[in-house]
Protein backbone atom coordinates (compact mmCIF):
# COMPACT_ATOMS: atom_id res chain seq x y z
CA UNK A 1 0.00 0.00 0.00
CA UNK A 2 0.85 3.76 -0.93
CA UNK A 3 3.28 4.79 2.76
CA UNK A 4 0.98 6.04 6.00
CA UNK A 5 4.36 6.11 7.98
CA UNK A 6 4.15 8.24 11.33
CA UNK A 7 6.83 8.51 13.96
CA UNK A 8 5.39 9.52 17.08
CA UNK A 9 5.93 7.64 21.18
CA UNK A 10 3.06 5.62 20.17
CA UNK A 11 5.26 4.08 17.29
CA UNK A 12 1.84 4.28 15.05
CA UNK A 13 2.41 3.42 11.21
CA UNK A 14 5.14 1.04 12.77
CA UNK A 15 4.07 -2.20 11.92
CA UNK A 16 4.89 -3.72 15.27
CA UNK A 17 1.71 -5.23 14.80
CA UNK A 18 1.32 -6.30 11.68
CA UNK A 19 3.32 -9.19 9.67
CA UNK A 20 2.46 -7.25 6.48
CA UNK A 21 2.23 -3.82 5.33
CA UNK A 22 -0.89 -4.22 3.33
CA UNK A 23 -3.93 -6.64 3.51
CA UNK A 24 -2.36 -9.71 3.24
CA UNK A 25 -3.05 -13.14 5.21
CA UNK A 26 -0.08 -15.82 6.11
CA UNK A 27 -2.17 -18.21 4.42
CA UNK A 28 -2.26 -16.93 1.14
CA UNK A 29 1.47 -14.99 1.49
CA UNK A 30 2.85 -18.77 2.06
CA UNK A 31 0.84 -19.76 -0.99
CA UNK A 32 2.07 -17.15 -2.83
CA UNK A 33 5.45 -17.75 -1.39
CA UNK A 34 5.60 -21.14 -2.61
CA UNK A 35 3.87 -21.00 -6.31
CA UNK A 36 6.85 -18.09 -7.08
CA UNK A 37 9.49 -20.72 -5.03
CA UNK A 38 7.73 -23.69 -7.68
CA UNK A 39 9.56 -22.04 -10.70
CA UNK A 40 13.20 -22.77 -9.53
CA UNK A 41 14.46 -18.94 -9.19
CA UNK A 42 18.09 -18.01 -8.50
CA UNK A 43 17.22 -14.67 -7.86
CA UNK A 44 14.65 -12.75 -6.38
CA UNK A 45 14.25 -9.25 -6.06
CA UNK A 46 11.37 -7.26 -4.17
CA UNK A 47 11.09 -3.49 -4.58
CA UNK A 48 9.22 -1.69 -1.19
CA UNK A 49 9.83 -4.56 0.82
CA UNK A 50 9.04 -2.63 3.94
CA UNK A 51 10.79 -5.41 6.85
CA UNK A 52 11.14 -8.17 3.93
CA UNK A 53 8.72 -10.33 5.74
CA UNK A 54 7.15 -11.46 1.98
CA UNK A 55 10.77 -12.31 0.59
CA UNK A 56 11.86 -14.29 3.20
CA UNK A 57 9.06 -16.50 2.89
CA UNK A 58 10.08 -17.04 -0.82
CA UNK A 59 13.45 -17.68 -0.26
CA UNK A 60 12.40 -19.89 2.25
CA UNK A 61 10.55 -21.63 -0.24
CA UNK A 62 13.37 -21.65 -2.70
CA UNK A 63 16.46 -22.61 -0.81
CA UNK A 64 18.57 -22.24 -4.28
CA UNK A 65 17.61 -18.14 -4.84
CA UNK A 66 19.36 -15.48 -3.89
CA UNK A 67 17.53 -12.60 -3.10
CA UNK A 68 17.47 -8.80 -2.68
CA UNK A 69 15.18 -6.24 -0.94
CA UNK A 70 15.20 -2.44 -1.62
CA UNK A 71 13.16 0.17 0.45
CA UNK A 72 13.62 3.87 0.88
CA UNK A 73 12.84 3.14 4.95
CA UNK A 74 15.77 2.80 7.08
CA UNK A 75 14.10 1.76 10.14
CA UNK A 76 12.14 -0.73 8.01
CA UNK A 77 15.78 -2.33 6.29
CA UNK A 78 17.19 -2.37 9.73
CA UNK A 79 14.40 -4.28 10.56
CA UNK A 80 14.45 -6.69 7.53
CA UNK A 81 18.23 -7.37 8.08
CA UNK A 82 17.60 -8.90 11.88
CA UNK A 83 14.77 -10.74 10.58
CA UNK A 84 16.88 -12.33 7.74
CA UNK A 85 19.88 -12.65 10.51
CA UNK A 86 17.01 -14.35 12.78
CA UNK A 87 16.08 -16.63 9.93
CA UNK A 88 19.49 -17.74 9.05
CA UNK A 89 19.07 -16.25 5.87
CA UNK A 90 21.54 -12.68 6.07
CA UNK A 91 23.85 -14.84 3.80
CA UNK A 92 21.14 -15.20 1.08
CA UNK A 93 19.58 -11.92 1.04
CA UNK A 94 20.96 -8.38 0.63
CA UNK A 95 18.67 -5.52 1.83
CA UNK A 96 19.36 -1.70 0.51
CA UNK A 97 17.75 1.75 1.21
CA UNK A 98 17.31 4.16 -1.85
CA UNK A 99 14.55 4.52 -4.48
CA UNK A 100 13.03 1.51 -6.13
CA UNK A 101 14.87 2.82 -9.64
CA UNK A 102 17.82 3.49 -8.67
CA UNK A 103 18.58 -0.28 -7.65
CA UNK A 104 16.66 -1.81 -10.32
CA UNK A 105 18.00 -4.84 -11.49
CA UNK A 106 16.57 -8.34 -13.53
CA UNK A 107 15.57 -11.23 -11.45
CA UNK A 108 13.80 -14.58 -12.24
CA UNK A 109 11.40 -13.20 -9.55
CA UNK A 110 9.99 -9.83 -9.22
CA UNK A 111 7.68 -8.35 -6.39
CA UNK A 112 6.08 -5.40 -6.05
CA UNK A 113 3.32 -4.88 -3.76
CA UNK A 114 2.11 -1.75 -2.37
CA UNK A 115 4.82 0.03 -4.21
CA UNK A 116 3.70 0.54 -7.34
CA UNK A 117 4.25 4.76 -7.19
CA UNK A 118 8.34 4.15 -6.51
CA UNK A 119 8.00 3.94 -10.51
CA UNK A 120 5.03 6.08 -11.32
CA UNK A 121 1.39 5.46 -11.98
CA UNK A 122 0.18 1.85 -11.65
CA UNK A 123 0.86 1.46 -15.62
CA UNK A 124 4.31 3.14 -15.91
CA UNK A 125 5.15 0.58 -12.90
CA UNK A 126 4.16 -2.53 -15.12
CA UNK A 127 5.69 -0.99 -18.13
CA UNK A 128 8.97 0.25 -15.93
CA UNK A 129 8.91 -3.56 -14.80
CA UNK A 130 8.47 -5.37 -17.48
CA UNK A 131 12.43 -5.52 -18.71
CA UNK A 132 13.46 -6.38 -14.81
CA UNK A 133 11.71 -9.84 -15.44
CA UNK A 134 14.08 -12.30 -16.09
CA UNK A 135 12.81 -14.31 -20.12
CA UNK A 136 10.28 -17.12 -18.36
CA UNK A 137 10.48 -15.22 -15.03
CA UNK A 138 7.73 -14.42 -12.61
CA UNK A 139 5.97 -10.78 -11.18
CA UNK A 140 3.96 -10.99 -8.14
CA UNK A 141 2.06 -7.30 -8.56
CA UNK A 142 0.09 -6.34 -5.72
CA UNK A 143 -1.82 -2.38 -5.87
CA UNK A 144 -4.96 -1.11 -5.19
CA UNK A 145 -7.83 -1.11 -7.20
CA UNK A 146 -11.38 -0.44 -7.49
CA UNK A 147 -13.29 -3.03 -5.91
CA UNK A 148 -16.37 -0.35 -6.68
CA UNK A 149 -16.42 3.01 -8.00
CA UNK A 150 -16.38 5.15 -4.51
CA UNK A 151 -18.63 7.99 -4.49
CA UNK A 152 -18.11 11.21 -3.76
CA UNK A 153 -18.37 11.33 -0.17
CA UNK A 154 -16.11 8.52 -0.21
CA UNK A 155 -13.69 10.41 -2.07
CA UNK A 156 -13.94 13.48 0.18
CA UNK A 157 -13.22 11.05 3.33
CA UNK A 158 -10.12 9.03 1.62
CA UNK A 159 -6.50 10.47 1.75
CA UNK A 160 -5.90 13.82 0.74
CA UNK A 161 -5.77 14.25 -2.81
CA UNK A 162 -7.43 10.57 -3.99
CA UNK A 163 -8.74 11.02 -7.37
CA UNK A 164 -10.70 8.21 -9.30
CA UNK A 165 -7.94 8.20 -11.55
CA UNK A 166 -5.05 6.80 -8.93
CA UNK A 167 -6.80 3.15 -9.09
CA UNK A 168 -8.35 1.04 -11.53
CA UNK A 169 -10.77 -1.72 -11.82
CA UNK A 170 -9.28 -4.92 -12.13
CA UNK A 171 -10.31 -6.36 -15.46
CA UNK A 172 -8.65 -2.78 -16.43
CA UNK A 173 -5.36 -3.86 -14.29
CA UNK A 174 -4.81 -7.00 -15.83
CA UNK A 175 -5.58 -5.58 -19.16
CA UNK A 176 -2.76 -3.13 -18.95
CA UNK A 177 -0.42 -5.85 -17.61
CA UNK A 178 -1.69 -8.17 -20.73
CA UNK A 179 -0.36 -4.93 -22.91
CA UNK A 180 2.85 -4.74 -21.60
CA UNK A 181 3.76 -8.56 -22.26
CA UNK A 182 3.15 -10.18 -19.19
CA UNK A 183 0.41 -12.96 -18.87
CA UNK A 184 -1.87 -13.75 -16.22
CA UNK A 185 -1.23 -16.80 -14.53
CA UNK A 186 -2.74 -15.90 -11.11
CA UNK A 187 -5.65 -13.16 -10.39
CA UNK A 188 -7.18 -12.49 -6.87
CA UNK A 189 -7.92 -10.21 -4.39
CA UNK A 190 -7.70 -9.23 -1.04
CA UNK A 191 -10.64 -10.12 1.04
CA UNK A 192 -12.44 -7.90 3.59
CA UNK A 193 -10.66 -10.58 6.78
CA UNK A 194 -7.42 -9.34 5.36
CA UNK A 195 -8.25 -5.63 5.17
CA UNK A 196 -10.07 -5.73 8.25
CA UNK A 197 -6.62 -7.61 10.01
CA UNK A 198 -4.59 -4.80 7.76
CA UNK A 199 -6.49 -1.80 9.42
CA UNK A 200 -7.08 -3.02 12.93
CA UNK A 201 -3.22 -3.85 13.23
CA UNK A 202 -1.92 -0.65 11.39
CA UNK A 203 -3.67 1.52 14.82
CA UNK A 204 -3.38 -1.73 17.32
CA UNK A 205 -0.56 -0.45 18.70
CA UNK A 206 -0.99 2.85 19.14
CA UNK A 207 -4.32 2.21 20.23
CA UNK A 208 -2.86 0.26 23.33
CA UNK A 209 -0.20 3.29 23.93
CA UNK A 210 -3.38 5.47 24.09
CA UNK A 211 -4.79 3.96 26.62
CA UNK A 212 -2.22 3.73 29.03
CA UNK A 213 -0.61 7.08 28.25
CA UNK A 214 -3.74 9.64 27.68
CA UNK A 215 -1.76 12.56 29.89
CA UNK A 216 1.53 12.24 27.63
CA UNK A 217 2.19 15.59 26.18
CA UNK A 218 1.39 13.89 22.46
CA UNK A 219 -1.30 12.22 23.26
CA UNK A 220 -3.76 14.55 21.51
CA UNK A 221 -1.90 14.13 18.70
CA UNK A 222 -1.46 10.25 18.60
CA UNK A 223 -5.58 10.89 18.95
CA UNK A 224 -6.05 12.62 16.01
CA UNK A 225 -4.02 10.63 14.05
CA UNK A 226 -5.94 7.21 15.03
CA UNK A 227 -9.01 9.22 14.93
CA UNK A 228 -8.42 10.30 11.41
CA UNK A 229 -6.82 7.20 10.02
CA UNK A 230 -10.30 5.40 11.70
CA UNK A 231 -12.35 7.56 9.60
CA UNK A 232 -10.27 7.18 6.26
CA UNK A 233 -10.73 3.78 6.21
CA UNK A 234 -14.34 3.43 7.67
CA UNK A 235 -16.07 6.26 5.84
CA UNK A 236 -13.69 6.37 3.41
CA UNK A 237 -12.05 3.38 1.25
CA UNK A 238 -13.98 0.81 2.88
CA UNK A 239 -16.03 -1.70 0.64
CA UNK A 240 -14.30 0.50 -2.37
CA UNK A 241 -10.72 0.00 -2.21
CA UNK A 242 -9.68 -3.27 -3.00
CA UNK A 243 -6.26 -4.68 -3.56
CA UNK A 244 -5.15 -7.12 -6.45
CA UNK A 245 -2.17 -10.05 -6.31
CA UNK A 246 -1.53 -10.73 -9.89
CA UNK A 247 1.17 -13.21 -10.55
CA UNK A 248 2.39 -13.06 -13.69
CA UNK A 249 4.41 -14.72 -16.32
CA UNK A 250 6.81 -13.57 -19.04
CA UNK A 251 7.66 -15.53 -22.72
CA UNK A 252 11.11 -17.24 -22.69
CA UNK A 253 11.96 -14.84 -25.14
CA UNK A 254 10.86 -11.21 -25.91
CA UNK A 255 8.17 -11.24 -28.40
Known sequence: MRSRRVTNPSGFGAGARLTFHGPLSAARA????ADLAASSPASVVE??????EFLLRVLEAAPAASGTGIDISARD??????NAEARGLSGRVSFIEGPATEHASPADVVICSGA????GTIPEALKA???LVNPGG?????????DRTPTKEQLAHM??????????HLADLVEVAVVEGFRPLRIETAT???WEEFESGYAAGSEAWLLANGNHPEADEVRAKLDAHRSIWLRGHRDALGFAYLTLGVPDCWP
Open 30 to 33: NRLA
Open 47 to 52: YGCGWG
Open 77 to 82: IAHARD
Open 116 to 119: DQAF
Open 129 to 131: LRP
Open 138 to 146: LLLFGAGIW
Open 159 to 168: WEGTTLDEFL
Open 192 to 194: RGE
